[in-house]
């Protein structure tokens, strides 16, 4: 039987991030050309115009229309094939090494609402802030950002225009991390073969939800997007390795930000954990946000199938976003009880709890109510929108990724 070769992934930390005529990275010092990302995202035929800027922690800025956040990362051992068919050539992602910059993140906005594509609902705010009191409230807030604010061409339909928005993005981030190649981490995480281990260590998967419902609400994979796709079996590497990219836009604080995919916590810990207290028996990728109950139905199952075929004993299912994905993930929990896998489900608590609950799910962890408010606050300096909610309070629906439902962010709720 052929082994797949170990995905490493190399950290280097940047102390400080500045402007300059090159892009260059020596000594935790990040130096970045902002007018060749402007003119590399410029060059995405739907993209009318960019402007970038660099925030830091701290800062009074508020930057809003969040689209998605990327780590930088490249595949140092092969740079075209980073995040493969999504931006790279494809190829299997999850092997060779892989360079991160940590403490930095290339942060796509557009005023969607002001598009020429923009639908009758709308899209709710997304924000990160730099400072005050939301600024915990993001993983973001804690980063020193580059910041890109992209207008698309007004000729351009959505599905165009979002896929000029996650390349650029994507090459940003790319363009950023192959300053590293060549140069020595700080570390070097090392993630191999799963599930083999030894001993009498009970088996569990991943069923990560994820939604795609058409342009501007999708997920891709390798880029590719998910809607209409049957629960599949992916390598947990190819998750961490830019497989899985983001591309949906609403609802900011339950989506899943393709960082979140790139550095997934959930993914790392049971990684961590396997050979010593479980064996890490895979990840399997399911919609959410499914439109008829027959469709919710089959998911659940074939999902429960899957992971019944890996022979997982437990499993911990994600969310994606809130309300209707609550169902799904419900009807997973007892599609995979009734095969006799124990099973775990994060969920956000929205509307003053959960829109869907089954007797089977008697192992929840919520990751926050999305309807807190949080504080007024009145930044220095708004990024990507004429308007923000300056000076009154927000909801924490409104941060990119403040309740993420892949076990990425510290915040969850409890009685009061």
């Given at each position: 039987m052929s082994v797949i070769p170990p995905l490493e992934v190399a950290t280097f930390e940047v102390a400080e991030v500045s402007s300059g005529p090159s892009t260059s990275f020596e000594d935790g010092r990040l130096v970045v050309d902002l007018d060749a990302l402007c003119e590399g995202a410029a060059a995405e035929p739907a993209i009318s115009r960019v402007a970038a800027d660099i925030v830091r922690p701290g800062e009074s800025v508020r930057i809003a229309n969040v689209l998605d956040a990327v780590e930088p990362s490249v595949r140092a051992d092969d740079p075209a094939t980073t995040f493969p068919g999504a931006l790279g050539r494809l190829a299997p992602a999850g092997r060779g090494r892989s360079n991160r910059l940590s403490g930095v993140a290339v942060i796509p906005v557009c005023d969607l609402n002001h598009t020429a594509f923009a639908d009758e609902e709308g899209f709710e705010d997304a924000f990160v802030d730099m400072d005050g009191p939301g600024a915990d409230r993001s993983a973001w807030g804690a980063t020193t950002n580059v910041v890109l604010t992209i207008t698309p061409r007004e000729d351009v339909d959505a599905a165009d225009a979002d896929r000029a928005f996650r390349r650029a993005a994507l090459r940003a981030a790319r363009d950023l991390a192959s300053t590293t190649i060549g140069m020595e981490p700080v570390g070097v995480e090392e993630f191999g073969a799963h599930g083999s281990s030894e001993g009498d260590l009970p088996r569990v998967a991943a069923i990560l939800q994820v939604?795609?419902?058409?342009?501007?609400?999708?997920?891709?994979?390798?880029?590719?997007?998910?809607?209409?796709?049957?629960?599949?079996?992916?390598?947990?590497?190819?998750?961490?390795?830019?497989?899985?990219?983001?591309?949906?836009?609403?609802?900011?604080?339950?989506?899943?930000?393709?960082?979140?995919?790139?550095?997934?916590?959930?993914?790392?810990?049971?990684?961590?954990?396997?050979?010593?207290r479980i064996r890490f028996v895979?990840?399997?990728?399911?919609?959410?946000?499914?439109?008829?109950?027959?469709?919710?139905?089959?998911?659940?199952?074939?999902?429960?199938?899957?992971?019944?075929?890996?022979?997982?004993?437990?499993?911990?299912?994600?969310?994606?976003?809130?309300?209707?994905?609550?169902?799904?993930?419900?009807?997973?929990?007892?599609?995979?009880?009734?095969?006799?896998?124990?099973?775990?489900a994060l969920v956000t608590e929205t509307n003053g709890g959960l829109t869907d609950h089954v007797p089977e799910a008697d192992c929840l962890v919520s990751t926050g109510n999305e309807d807190e408010l949080?504080?007024?606050?009145?930044?220095?300096?708004?990024?990507?929108?004429?308007?923000?909610?300056?000076?009154?309070?927000?909801?924490?629906?409104?941060?990119?990724?403040?309740?993420?439902?892949?076990?990425?962010?510290?915040?969850?709720?409890?009685?009061?």
């Open positions: 939604g795609s419902e058409g342009p501007l609400l999708d997920t891709f994979y390798y880029g590719h997007p998910m809607l209409g796709m049957s629960p599949t079996l992916a390598d947990p590497r190819e998750v961490l390795a830019g497989a899985l990219t983001n591309g949906a836009y609403d609802w900011a604080s339950s989506r899943n930000p393709t960082a979140f995919y790139q550095r997934n916590t959930l993914i790392r810990e049971l990684f961590a954990a396997d050979g010593d895979g990840v399997i990728l399911a919609l959410g946000y499914l439109n008829t109950a027959s469709e919710k139905q089959r998911s659940a199952m074939l999902a429960a199938q899957l992971a019944s075929q890996l022979g997982a004993e437990g499993v911990v299912c994600t969310t994606f976003e809130t309300g209707n994905s609550h169902t799904d993930t419900m009807l997973t929990v007892r599609a995979c009880e009734s095969l006799g896998i124990r099973t775990c949080v504080a007024a606050w009145t930044p220095e300096r708004v990024i990507g929108a004429a308007e923000a909610r300056v000076g009154e309070p927000v909801p924490l629906w409104a941060y990119l990724g403040a309740t993420s439902q892949m076990g990425d962010m510290p915040w969850t709720a409890v009685p009061a």
